[in-house]
């Protein structure tokens, strides 16, 4: 058994200053900046506001600007072999997470849980 | 003065049946799938669950696949002038909406407000 669920989702920006690019959606969506701290804050910032308790990312990135999904689990070995199942790929693994290709073309992340709403909202799988 | 607030965000499906995208993506983020009513069923399905009240739906797009983010506010001409001032810019008006582009490159779209939570977390903007 192990569980997962829809964490948030990260703005992809292509060839952006960091800074420019979290500043003008963090004004846009009405949220708050954050830097975050060690290597990750080279390559992230996070938007604070009223998004229901999901994260939202800034990312700096080198393909095409898009957004992506990143769905949080306790297993990412079986959550990934879960979703293979109903048709994802992998497509590379990056430190602890797995990028994945859905069918419908999107790219995604499964990542290890560490959000605060993971054990109230988290989906069982048997 | 005017309000706005991220209401969610929708996954554009490019060449799929809107049934089989919608189901796998509630498969994948352990969420329910629910049809809407009139012409909007056509080429939209709700997900349902523990999104933080973010409202999260899946569309059929003859567009590339890609995710985008939906804006709400209760003066869509003035929050239109608003992100214009940070950098966006205005792509077309799609029935009672407006699709625009980042500085990012993403597309977003600010619509009409109608969401339980925009009046308790939408910004003031003078």
């Known amino acids: 058994m192990h569980r997962s669920r829809l964490v948030g989702f990260i703005i992809d920006c292509q060839g952006q200053s960091l800074q420019g690019a979290a ?3 963090g004004d846009a969506l009405g ?3 954050k830097a975050l701290p060690g290597d990750e804050g080279s390559a992230y910032m996070e938007l604070v506001g009223p998004a229901g ?4 990312e800034v990312q700096t990135v080198t393909h095409p600007s898009r957004v992506h ?6 297993d990412i070995d079986a ?9 994802a790929t992998r497509v590379a693994q990056v430190k602890s997470w797995w990028v994945m290709e859905a069918p419908t073309g999107h790219r995604f992340c499964v990542v290890h849980s560490s959000s605060a709403g993971f054990h ?3 989906r069982e799988w048997l």
């Not at 308790?53 to 939202?56: M, R, S, T």
């Not at 999904?69 to 306790?74: A, G, N, Q």
């Not at 959550?79 to 048709?87: D, N, P, Q, S, T």
């Open 79 to 87: 959550e990934v072999e879960r979703l293979e199942k109903l048709g």
């Open 23 to 25: 500043q003008f959606w």
């Open 120 to 122: 109230q909202h988290a």
């Open 31 to 33: 949220m708050g900046v």
């Open 53 to 56: 308790g999901l994260h939202v």
């Open 69 to 74: 999904l990143d769905i949080e689990s306790d």
